[in-house]
Antibody, heavy 117, light 110 residues
Framework: QVQLRESGPGLVKPSGTLSLTCGVS?????????WSWVRQPPGKGLEWIGE???????NYNPSLKSRVSISVDTSKNQFSLNLISVTAADTAVYYC??????????WGQGTLVTVSS | EIVLTQSPGTLSLSPGERASLSCRAS???????LAWYQQRPGQAPRLLIY???SRATGIPDRFSGSGSGTDFTLTISRLEPEDFAVYYC???????????FGQGTKLEIK
């Protein structure tokens, strides 16, 4: 059973860059799945950030497209998120996830990232 | 972009009762692209239903999904204590690729 684990700083300064990595175990990131990032501000709902395929092909949420990039490192079985020019509105629990049939079938435990000086 | 509206915002029921949660799409949605998730406090979401009506691996048969077009429903036939949580519906657009979620329905113990 695939497991995903997010890692990265829990605190980022305003106007800085949020960087997270998702390590995948129990399965290969080079499988036929897409891999996603989803976030959830405290007490609020879910927002899809974007997705990546093993080839490096990406799709992003238009609301974040100008600030986000997702990359993959197949040799390390991991993928990463970068979000630039962050503000307090980017404070959220960030989840990495595996996509199944037009849905998200496996989720990491999530990591809280707070944007504050 | 399809917008999903879930109702009610909060549903108060007792264990053993039947729950019906609604998800309405702003335009007709293909069944294949509609899913439901459960999120308990402090936990990641868990996939319950995909393709509008197919149960995910390990999901009890008291959970069922139905609907088509713009109206979809998640039904829990007999509520267990562990079912009290927040539920989200989700749609996937193919062009461009985009996942959207409803705002959630909180199922609370009455």
């Amino acid at each position: 059973q695939v497991q995903l684990r997010e890692s990265g700083p829990g605190l980022v300064k305003p106007s800085g860059t949020l960087s997270l990595t998702c390590g995948v175990s129990g399965g290969s990131i080079s499988s036929g799945n897409w891999w996603s990032w989803v976030r959830q501000p405290p007490g609020k709902g879910l927002e899809w950030i974007g997705e990546i395929y093993r080839s490096g092909s990406t799709n992003y949420n238009p609301s974040l497209k100008s600030r986000v990039s997702i990359s993959v490192d197949t040799s390390k079985n991991q993928f990463s998120l970068n979000l630039i020019s962050v503000t307090a509105a980017d404070t959220a629990v960030y989840y990495c996830a595996r996509q199944g049939s037009y849905c998200i079938d496996s989720w990491g435990q999530g990591t809280l990232v707070t944007v504050s000086s | 972009e399809i917008v999903l509206t879930q109702s009610p915002g909060t549903l108060s029921l007792s264990p053993g009762e039947r729950a019906s949660l609604s998800c309405r799409a702003s335009q007709s949605a293909k069944n294949t692209y509609l899913a439901w998730y459960q999120q308990r406090p402090g936990q990641a979401p868990r996939l319950l239903i995909y393709d509008a009506s197919s149960r995910a691996t390990g999901i009890p048969d008291r959970f069922s999904g139905s609907g088509s077009g713009t109206d979809f429903t998640l039904t829990i036939s007999r509520l267990e204590p562990e079912d009290f949580a927040v539920y989200y519906c989700q749609h996937y657009d193919t062009s461009p690729a985009l996942y959207t979620f409803g705002q959630g329905t909180k199922l609370e113990i009455k």
